[in-house]
T-cell receptor, first 112, second 116 residues
Framework: QQQVKQSPQSLIVQKGGISIINCAYE??????FPWYQQFPGKGPALLIA?????SEKKEGRFTISFNKSAKQFSLHIMDSQPGDSATYFC???????????FGIGTKLQVIP | KAGVTQTPRYLIKTRGQQVTLSCSPI?????VSWYQQTPGQGLQFLFE???????NKGNFPGRFSGRQFSNSRSEMNVSTLELGDSALYLC???????????????FGPGTRLTVL
């Protein structure tokens, strides 16, 4: 049973466009929602994270939107660049980085 | 500081064999977690070790086991390998400070295990 559902599994976006990845969770005990970026041959690296008392968090071109009542959250990448091509994982956990539950991943390809 | 290192990076085994993977955490990090990454399931949590004790465990069969040494280095063992065990095995380490939300976990590059 996938506790964190992520979509789409693959995404192709033109350079300069907006990439949007959506996630939904079931466990209302989750209180921390990090996003990870993974390049081929590397482990995932933390990109940005949000707690449910905040509806939006922005870091540069990356924005997390959080809807607690719908139990959904999403990652928006503005002005997408070819260097953003990677696999993105949403995740959820209880009490920070304890036993993090990951989504299935989204492979993003940004084409010139 | 050096990052999380994992050895070996690639491994090929046959069904029925066993395998041991190694992880050296970032210096000063005492918590080590292991994850299995496959295309169909994403990253799945295996277990976490802290101060040589297993603190959390995911939903994997008993064929998957681990341990942690006094220097925080960790090993993961898979016995009686099955074809479905082919995956990228990732190790992540983190500090154990007072604020759990600040204890970011850092991943190693993984060990790619292929079971034939």
């Amino acid at each position: 049973q996938q506790q964190v559902k992520q979509s789409p599994q693959s995404l192709i976006v033109q350079k300069g466009g907006i990439s949007i990845i959506n996630c939904a969770y079931e466990n209302t005990a989750f209180d921390y929602f990090p996003w990870y970026q993974q390049f081929p041959g590397k482990g995932p690296a933390l990109l940005i994270a949000i707690r449910p008392d905040v509806s939006e968090k922005k870091e540069g071109r990356f924005t997390i939107s959080f809807n607690k009542s719908a139990k959904q959250f999403s990652l928006h990448i503005m002005d997408s660049q070819p260097g953003d091509s990677a696999t993105y994982f949403c995740a959820a956990s209880i009490e920070g980085y304890q036993k993090v539950t990951f989504g299935i991943g989204t492979k993003l390809q940004v084409i010139p | 500081k050096a990052g999380v290192t994992q050895t070996p990076r690639y491994l090929i085994k046959t069904r029925g064999q066993q395998v041991t993977l190694s992880c050296s955490p970032i210096s000063g990090h005492r918590s080590v977690s292991w994850y299995q990454q496959t295309p169909g399931q994403g990253l799945q949590f295996l277990f976490e070790y802290f101060s040589e004790t297993q603190r959390n465990k995911g939903n994997f069969p008993g064929r998957f086991s681990g341990r942690q040494f006094s220097n925080s280095r960790s090993e993961m063992n898979v016995s009686t390998l099955e074809l479905g065990d082919s995956a990228l095995y990732l190790c992540a380490s983190k500090e154990q400070g007072d604020d759990p939300y600040a204890n970011e976990q850092f991943f190693g590059p993984g060990t790619r295990l292929t079971v034939l």
